[in-house]
């Protein structure tokens, strides 16, 4: 049981430069999610998943685009990477905590990205 | 859509000393308030829950406290550790935990 599981961990691109971010958890979680990490500004939802064949957009979803075409995955595409993308990236997939009445996210283990 | 306002920014306490981190929220919808810590290098991992049901969670040396009417939440550690040095975020969502929006993050210091 990996959990979730992110590739790369390290990514170095050149303004204008289209990548894929890789998402794969073995948990059968329905929810899974896309958060990009900056300094003093937290977590920011980028993407999220419902379940397989269905994304909605986050607080800050330009220049991404997702797919959700199994459960176990859910990649982040960069459709041309500017600088502003650097950043760490954490992929998530939530399951009920045990009372049911909350979501516990399992976090990847980070993509750091330098858009140069 | 939900706003989360999360302070101190920067935390430094005596080891054995309390913590206490407090957050607002915007939307009186959201009913789950997690709290996540993050130790350096690491990925963000839950560390105490409390729905809008509950005034109060404890577990072991951490607490949290929610006041719905004042919109706002606090995560309390009592006789910290150095161990307990990481980022704390606090977090509120009105899905139940999904569709998670988090604060900006507590860089808290133990210092021994």
């Known amino acids: 049981n990996a959990g979730v599981t992110q590739t790369p961990k390290f990514r170095v691109l050149k303004t204008g430069q289209s990548m894929t971010l890789l998402c794969a958890q073995d948990m059968n979680h329905e929810y899974m999610s896309w958060y990009r990490q900056d300094p003093g500004m937290g977590l920011r939802l980028i993407h999220y998943s419902v379940g397989a064949g269905i994304t909605d957009q986050g607080e800050v979803p330009n220049g991404y685009n997702v797919s959700r075409s199994t459960t176990e995955d859910f990649p982040l595409r960069l459709l041309s990477a500017a600088p502003s993308q650097t950043s760490v990236y954490f992929c998530?997939?939530?399951?009920?905590?045990?009372?049911?009445?909350?979501?516990?996210?399992?976090f990847g283990q980070g993509t750091r990205l330098t858009v140069v | 859509g939900e706003n989360v306002e999360q302070h101190p920014s920067t935390l430094s306490v005596q080891e054995g000393d309390s913590a206490v981190i407090k957050c607002t929220y915007s939307d009186s919808a959201s009913n789950y308030f997690p709290w996540y810590k993050q130790e350096l290098g690491k990925r963000p991992q839950l560390i105490i829950d409390i729905r809008s049901n509950v005034g109060e969670k404890k577990d072991q040396r951490i607490a949290v406290t929610l006041n719905k009417t004042a919109k706002h939440f606090s995560l309390h550690i009592t006789e910290t550790q150095p161990e307990d040095s990481a980022v704390y975020f606090c977090a509120a969502s009105v899905r139940r935990g999904n569709k998670l929006v988090f604060g900006a993050g507590t860089i808290l210091r133990v210092k021994s």
């Open positions: 998530a997939s939530s399951r009920p905590t045990r009372d049911r009445r909350g979501s516990e996210a399992f």
